[in-house]
């Protein structure tokens, strides 16, 4: 079973509000490409690419690893799903 693509988007967005800090793009893709059949690597560096794009989380170095963390667009748009 493959996510849509919206629904990947959300689970990267819902994924960063669980850990609440800058998460590693490498942890990141553990957590979410532990099972191929949900979401692969090069659908998660697009999905990626376009969150950052339309400004729903931000990449920065944290503890010299390159990092993901939420802005408050993707805290919001957490709180409009999750509200549904």
Not at 15 to 24: C, F, G, H, I, N
Not at 35 to 48: P, R
């Amino acid at each position: 079973m493959f996510l849509e693509k919206d629904e990947m988007k959300f689970a990267i967005l819902y994924t960063l509000k669980v850990y609440s800090y800058p998460l590693s793009v490498e942890k990141l893709a553990e957590v979410l490409t532990w099972d191929e059949e949900v979401m692969s690597y090069f659908d998660l560096t697009i999905m990626l690419s376009e969150l950052i794009e339309d400004e729903f989380i931000e990449r920065l170095f944290y503890r010299s690893e390159e990092c993901v963390r939420l802005t408050h667009r993707g805290e919001d748009a957490n709180q409009f799903f999750s509200e549904r």
